[in-house]
C-alpha cells in the first residue's frame, strides 16, 4: 500500500507560479514510476506529467510543456510539479499517482485567475 499526499494548492494570477509537492506514505516510493493528473470542471481526468523511477526520464502533455517541470526526491518520498507562466486553463484539482493509476492522493485545488 502507499498513501499519497499532496500539498501547494492555491490561487495564483495568470502569469504566476506555484509548487504542488506529493508526499508517500507506505512502500518504497523509489519503485513507482509517478505522475500528476488534474480534473478540470465538467473534464475528464488527464495526465500531466510523468516521471520514472530515477526521474531522468519525463514526460508531459503538450499544454504544459515549457511551463511545467516534474520531479521527485526518492530519499524523502516526495514528487514534486513546479508550475511556471500558468494559465486560466490550468485550473483544476491536482492529483499525485503511480503512473499505474493503482494508488492516488486526494488531489490539490489550483486556481488560476485571469
Known amino acids: 500500500q502507499v498513501r499519497l499526499v499532496e500539498f501547494g494548492g492555491g490561487l495564483v494570477q495568470a502569469g504566476g507560479s506555484l509548487r504542488l509537492s506529493c508526499t508517500a506514505y507506505g512502500r518504497t516510493f523509489s519503485s513507482y514510476r509517478m505522475g500528476w493528473f488534474r480534473q478540470a470542471p465538467g473534464k475528464e481526468r488527464e495526465f500531466v506529467a510523468t516521471?520514472?523511477?530515477?526521474?531522468?526520464?519525463?514526460n508531459y502533455t503538450d499544454d504544459v510543456k515549457g511551463r511545467f517541470t516534474i520531479s521527485r526526491d526518492n530519499a524523502n518520498n516526495k514528487l514534486y510539479l513546479q508550475m511556471n507562466d500558468m494559465k486560466p486553463e490550468d485550473t483544476a484539482v491536482y492529483y499525485c499517482?503511480?503512473?499505474?493509476?493503482?494508488?492516488w492522493g486526494q488531489g490539490t485545488q489550483v486556481t488560476v485567475s485571469s
Open positions: 499517482a503511480t503512473v499505474s493509476q493503482e494508488y
Open positions: 516521471t520514472d523511477w530515477s526521474g531522468s526520464r519525463t
